[in-house]
């Protein structure tokens, strides 16, 4: 397998890799790249654990090889933060204990990013529904559909 | 034997910028020479688990940038190019407003994250039985446009499907488009989903009816079932049934019964039985056609 060279852009920065075809986009972040905020969970694109938004889509990183995100902007979990401040969605999560093992609390965080990105103000039931791609073994979904609602009422009137 | 999933086999990677250099590729290939993939959903976890021969070189599609479209005319009906996603889809006002049946089913794939690259095109190349979009292009009447380095040619969806993860496609062939016949006055569509859990679920049986009623009879109707047999079916008997009748309760739970006896789901599945598919066929069949009769 030939290595090709790919650049992106992966939370601001811009980043050229040369990278074998068959290196999923998953292991080429996390391993090559050290985003360990990227998590692999199930790899079959059931859990949600490895979520990126890449070109302003939510997408499983596990199923797509890294050379076919050539040229596209990647946002990590990591890229969220401004400094040492977390972002509203993390300090919610934080604040509301949206947590258990926090295997699967990356891929929520950015599942509620691109929710509230859309839906300032979304209902429960619309926050399912956001969240149904992202698996929490621990079962703690109560706690975490509060962190929604929590990050969602302190960005009221803020931009994200 | 234990597969080590979550690692790739290797291959060899193309993303051709033009429909034809790929036809061209397919036309002198060899078996597991080459496959190709739109939003890989479906391929790469076949390719971790091993479930598919491994390709020496996997051809990715995205390139061909003129196939990703939805073109809606009034007169001339719908198209959607081989690379629309499956929430370009689900988020179209046109297909929402002309043909909500697809809408619905392209909403009941998988997760946001899994709709963001999948294609309706994949969807049903991929030749599942359970496949959401396969009902809804059923009873809308769709067809697939196919391609091959010498021409083209136009399949009914119906025929498409040829057995449980198989299609009519040759080696040398991809699918272009899929086209559905203009609106018609007077008509609508559903498409409903049985499944254990409300998302992220594959369906224990799908229904997509899609049905012309003036003055309270049924003019044309079609059905397609997802799940109920080795590939997405329609239910000819049932249809031909109601069409002329009034629309009454009777005449839906005749056609509901009709539809049951034309599906011939697995005997032997571990997500749910022959015979409580075959009842559900009957109960999602009917909500549906009473959901349409209004």
């Known amino acids: 397998m030939e290595k090709i060279t790919c650049n992106f852009v992966v939370n601001g920065q811009a980043e050229e890799i040369s990278i074998p075809p068959n290196r999923t986009l998953l292991h080429m972040l996390r391993e090559d790249l050290m985003f360990h905020g990227v998590r692999e969970g199930c790899s079959h694109g059931e859990c949600g654990s490895c979520n990126v938004i890449l070109d302003g889509k939510l997408v499983n990183a596990c199923l797509i090889l890294a050379v076919e995100a050539d040229g596209m902007e990647i946002l990590t979990v990591e890229g969220m933060v401004d400094g040492d401040n977390l972002h509203p969605i993390q300090q919610a999560f934080v604040d509301e204990s949206g947590m258990q093992c926090g295997a699967c609390t990356t891929g929520m965080i950015l599942s509620t990013k691109n929710l509230l990105d859309a839906n300032p103000d979304p209902s429960r039931e619309e926050i399912k529904d956001a969240l149904a791609g992202n698996f929490c073994r621990c079962t703690g979904y109560a706690k975490i559909f509060e962190s929604v609602e929590a990050a969602a009422e302190s960005m009221k009137g803020t931009q994200s | 034997m234990v597969v080590f999933y979550r690692r790739m086999p290797r291959f060899e990677y193309l993303k051709p910028q033009r429909f034809e250099d790929v036809l061209e590729l397919l036309q002198n290939s060899t078996p597991n020479r080459y496959r190709v993939f739109a939003g890989g959903t479906d391929l790469m976890d076949q390719l971790k688990q091993r479930k598919i021969n491994v390709p020496e070189t996997v051809i990715d599609l995205k390139g061909i940038t003129e196939l990703d479209f939805i073109n809606f005319d009034k007169s001339s009906g719908l198209r959607i190019g081989a690379l629309t996603t499956v929430a370009d889809v689900a988020k179209s006002p046109e297909i929402e407003e002309h043909y909500p049946a697809l809408a619905q089913g392209a909403r009941e794939i998988a997760s946001i994250q899994i709709q963001n690259r999948a294609t309706i095109t994949g969807n049903i190349c991929n030749a599942v039985s359970s496949a959401d979009s396969a009902p809804p292009l059923l009873a809308l009447g769709a ?6 380095r010498n021409g083209e040619r136009t399949i009914k969806i119906e025929d498409f499907f040829s057995g449980p993860g198989q299609t009519v496609l040759n080696p040398n062939e991809l699918v272009k ?4 016949p203009p609106p018609v006055d007077n008509s609508d569509s559903v ?7 409300g998302r992220m679920d594959l369906a224990w049986i799908g229904v997509a009816v899609w ?3 003036s003055e309270r009879i049924f003019n044309n109707v079609r059905i397609g079932l997802g799940a109920a047999a080795p590939t997405p079916i329609r239910t000819p008997n049932a249809e031909e049934a109601l069409c002329g009748l009034d629309v009454v309760s009777e005449n839906i739970e005749a056609a509901a019964a009709i539809a049951s006896g034309e599906a011939s789901p697995r005997e032997n599945s571990f997500r749910a039985g022959s015979e409580y598919r075959h009842m559900m066929v009957e109960v999602l069949v009917k909500r549906v056609l009473t959901q349409l009769a209004g």
């Open chain 2, 143 to 148: 067809e697939v446009v196919c391609a091959n």
């Open chain 2, 177 to 180: 488009e899929i086209t559905l």
């Open chain 2, 191 to 197: 498409y409903l989903k049985l499944a254990p859990r």
């Open chain 2, 211 to 213: 049905a012309q009623i």
